[in-house]
């Protein structure tokens, strides 16, 4: 069934776990020397930086992130050195990212066609 399958069921994550994946995500990103991670991951799921700071003042409940962000952050993780968000322009959504990684991926796997 894929990554999802393999995943826990989304009922939320700690302030602490989306600390984790965020700084993960967005590792080594600053601005004017201070970890710039927080805005980044906000961009990068479609959300406002407050909310994020919501996130981790208070954790993570089915009421305050859709169980599918909750979803798309534990898949992400998982595969945070492949996306390189990081490196991406910042505003780069996450699952833009992850489309092109599966994109390229399976372009990568397509078998060659030979002209004959």
């Known amino acids: 069934m ?4 393999s995943l826990p069921d989304p009922i939320g994550l700690s302030a602490a776990e989306v ?5 993960a995500l967005y590792q080594g ?11 980044w991951l906000a961009e990068g799921l479609g959300v406002t930086p407050p909310c994020v700071r919501r996130w981790l003042a208070t954790g993570v409940s089915r009421a305050v992130m859709p169980p599918t962000t909750v979803g798309l952050l ?6 945070a050195g492949r996306l ?5 322009p910042r505003g780069t959504l996450i699952t833009e ?6 994109s390229d991926e ?3 796997e397509a078998p060659q066609r030979v002209a004959v």
């Open 2 to 5: 894929g990554v999802a399958s």
């Open 19 to 23: 600390a984790r994946i965020g700084a």
């Open 29 to 39: 990103v600053t601005y004017r020397g201070r970890p710039a991670w927080q805005t």
């Open 74 to 79: 534990l898949a992400a993780e998982k595969v």
């Open 84 to 88: 390189a968000m990081w490196e991406q």
């Open 97 to 102: 990212r992850m489309a092109m990684l599966i």
């Open 106 to 108: 399976a372009v990568a």
